[in-house]
């Protein structure tokens, strides 16, 4: 059963440096922006948030930060940009966008859907309520993956500390690893 997990771990520390194997295809967020914190969804290849800017112009930074930050996991339509007039909020929400991608720690993902195409087959994995899920026989045997350890290190920074809990099997393998 170890020697199964050591491997897993190695995948998912190679699945890390890959994000195009993922597809986003539903994420909730909340974004705390420089003075209240919104709420970001993506669904269908469709973005939302919940702040000022976003009813007005169909995008805003929270969202353009994140298409930056998740870009190689979404498909084209998540990626598109909002074509914008150059009115001079939007240079502004352009310049705060630039600056939010560098600080991740603002996201706090609370709810993922996300297919995984894996060396073999593609995997689904979903996060809610702090407890992952995965479509593979890895999760089933182990309660985590290397797609869900992928995750985990690939998204670190905007995941609550209860999703970034090793599973208990995974969490001594990766303390005696350290040991030896
Ligand atoms: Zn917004
Ligand atoms: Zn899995």
Known sequence: MHSDLIGKIAKARQYANEPERLSIEHLAATFTGSNNAHQVALDL???TCDCAAFRLHTTCAHVMAFQRIVAPSLDAAAR???PLTMQSDLIGMIEK???????????R??????RFRG??????????DDQWACSCTSFRLHHTCAHIMALQRL??????AAALQPSRDAGELEMASLLH
């Open 155 to 160: 998204w670190a920074a905007m995941l609550p």
């Open 80 to 82: 598109a940009e909002v």
């Open 109 to 114: 993902l609370h709810s993922l859907r996300v």
């Open 45 to 47: 290849g469709r973005w």
């Open 97 to 107: 966008s630039r600056h939010y991608v560098h600080e991740r720690e603002r996201i």
């Open 119 to 128: 060396s073999n087959n593609d995997h689904m994995i979903t996060l809610g």
